[in-house]
């Protein structure tokens, strides 16, 4: 019985690690997203956090966006341009 007990505080110990190590990535997300802007000039970051939360806590995070300025150059540049036409409602 005393074994199941021990392991049981072990396990949960663990898992109280995990979070915090989340928890602490979340907190880097504002710096992650700046230094992408200046890697690479011309990007959009956007990061969306909970609204208003309570008295002392934390903002919780929603979700983030973000645009590299690379890609769309890349993207633009080495596609042919194409118009495309769904014929299904032309008469």
């Keep these: 019985m005393g074994d199941e007990h021990a392991i049981r505080r072990v396990k949960n110990k663990i898992l109280e690690q995990i979070v915090r190590k989340h928890e602490a990535g ?6 992650y997203t ?11 970051t956007y990061i969306k956090w909970d609204d208003l939360p309570e008295e002392g806590l934390k903002p919780v995070f ?22 495309g036409v769904d014929g299904c409602h032309l008469k």
Excluded: H, T, V
Aim: proline fraction near 5%; charged fraction near 25%; aromatic fraction near 12%.
């Design 26 to 31: 979340y907190d880097q997300l504002p710096k």
């Design 34 to 44: 700046e230094m992408l802007k200046l890697a690479n000039p011309g990007s959009i």
């Design 62 to 83: 929603k979700r983030m966006f973000w645009y590299c300025n690379a890609c769309k150059k890349g993207f633009s540049q080495g596609c042919r341009k194409i118009i």
